[in-house]
């Protein structure tokens, strides 16, 4: 068995003071399952999706005690403005960290993205106007770059057997943290009315009711960053001057990873349209994040409006919740969510495949969002199971959708370009749920003023348009317009 390692280590050139070749090298030697590894990946996308969410429990209440709007049905207007800001601002940068992580590594922009976490949560939570809030929420998403090259990261830390699971680890972690967020955030708010023993009114986190939240989830990503200063770096370094071509971010990617130890199959027609083929136009590709995108924008908006309608009086056909209601609900999906993802997925996915599962999750989902404004119409305990039963289901499918249509990613294009291409997949993913928040926002105020009306009253107008952008999303999924590479 020696003889083998050794014989193996001696297939490749590697270069003494290269950090990824001492990753390959480690790759080469090691064997079993990488525990440490996929804990690490779990703990820093966990970092980066907890305060995404984090604030829509409270949203509908920080916003009002803002007072900047003037009557309670343009709350959620100007709620959809503070959770765009986050997705607005990452969309903005995430191709130029993308260029950074090739070009310095993965781990600065990892550290970079986990510390900006524990500054620009920690001044949203001590928000006291609407800009501040904002502000706060636009810089945190545009130095938090770290989701594209954690996914880049997660192929190349890993051997050949491994790297669905770290792949797939990025994914069940990003929708855990989803969820686990908002129910943070739901517990977590307001606790002086909460828990006056333990927080008096006049102490910090009574002067400022949804600092308690932010605080705790920017704790966790101290810890994370200080963690992250012992990640290995996976960037080879064999040539300091690559990057100093004036190719585009797609070539960079090609011959920055090109020697980082993943092959293509010699021969395969996918290495041989990879070594030529520009990513923009390899439509198994693009068509693939084209349907992701609408789906984020669905589930981004899904999440916002969700909380917004839970909180909302029941005379504009909510569920009059407090922000611990919302997380007791958020937290029993969150934990649901975790064991089908570890568990069921995995078993569906190869059974059924990527695409048939993001079809029946969609078909399902439709009904689904049809029945919570008569969901809305019980009380008591019928109340409570069903919208535990339908927060559940609806998380569920909606995490293996976004799985699915990952995996469809990442098969569409050889390893050595999965940077370039998950680049490519933030920035218009992030576009796409920058204006969730906001239009989920401004269609919710806008139901609230339609009680009345004989067509689609309230909300139902609101989990009608969610419908609307759910099924575009299923359309999608068929051909020709969804197609998959060939091997």
């Known amino acids: 068995m020696a003889q083998d390692y050794r014989e193996a280590l001696l297939k490749k050139n590697y270069y003494e003071n290269c950090p990824g070749c001492k990753v390959d090298q480690l790759k080469e030697l090691r064997r079993g399952l990488p525990i440490r590894e996929l804990v ?10 907890l305060p995404i969410s984090s604030l829509f429990p409270f949203l509908y209440f920080m916003v009002r005690d803002f007072k900047i709007a003037k009557r309670e049905e343009d709350i959620g207007y100007y709620a959809g403005y503070v959770g765009s800001s986050f997705m607005l601002g990452r969309a903005l ?17 990892i550290i970079m993205g986990t510390f900006t976490v524990v500054i620009f949560n920690t ?28 996914k880049a990261y997660a192929c190349e830390i890993f051997r050949d057997e491994h790297q669905a699971l770290g792949l797939s680890t990025v994914s069940t972690s990003w929708g855990i943290g989803l969820i686990i967020g908002p129910a943070l955030g739901g517990f977590l708010a307001q606790p002086a009315e909460k828990y006056p023993n333990l927080f008096p009114k006049e102490s910090l ?97 899904y999440t916002e409006i969700f909380s917004l309608w839970a909180v909302s009086p029941r005379k504009f056909g909510g569920l009059s919740y407090s922000t611990e209601d919302i997380g007791a609900v ?32 969609g078909v399902i989902s439709i009904p689904l969002l049809a029945s919570y404004p008569f969901i809305a119409m019980l009380s008591g305990f019928s109340l409570s199971l069903l919208l535990n039963c339908a927060s559940i289901m609806k ?20 390893q050595h370009q999965r940077g370039a291409a998950n680049g490519i997949a933030m920035t218009t993913m992030s576009l796409f749920k920058a204006a969730g928040p906001a239009g ?39 051909k020709p317009f969804l197609a998959q590479q060939s091997e």
């Open 40 to 49: 690490s990946i779990w703990i820093v996308v966990l970092c980066t999706a």
């Open 93 to 109: 940068t995430s191709i130029f960290w993308g260029v950074v992580a090739d070009r310095y590594g993965r781990k600065p922009v």
């Open 123 to 150: 001044i949203f939570g001590l928000s006291t106007n609407f800009w501040m809030a904002i502000s706060a929420r636009f810089l945190l998403g545009s130095l938090n770059g770290l989701l594209g090259p954690i």
């Open 205 to 301: 986190f009574g002067r400022f009711p949804y600092f308690l939240p932010c605080f705790c989830i920017s704790v966790f990503a101290l810890g994370v960053t200080i963690a992250s200063c012992w990640l290995p770096e996976t960037l080879h370094m064999h040539n300091e001057n690559r990057f100093l071509s004036d190719n585009s971010f797609a070539a960079m990617e090609t011959a920055s990873s090109g020697s980082d130890g993943i092959e293509s199959r010699p021969g395969s027609e996918r290495s041989k349209r990879a070594s030529g083929e520009s990513l923009i136009r390899n439509w198994p590709l693009m068509s693939s994040i084209i349907v992701y995108c609408v789906f984020s924008l669905h589930d981004m908006a």
């Open 330 to 361: 958020l937290a029993i999906s969150g934990f649901s969510l975790l064991v089908f993802q570890l568990s069921l997925y995995p078993y569906m996915e190869r059974i059924l495949g990527p695409i048939t599962i993001s079809r029946l999750s």
């Open 395 to 414: 998380n569920v499918l909606s995490v293996s959708i976004i799985t699915s249509l990952f995996l469809l990613q990442n098969r569409a294009v050889d």
């Open 440 to 478: 989920g926002g401004a269609l919710f105020s806008l139901a609230e003023k339609r009680q009345n009306n004989a067509f689609l009253p309230g909300n139902h107008l609101v989990f009608f348009i969610l419908n609307v952008v759910e099924a575009i999303g299923v359309l999608m999924t068929f």
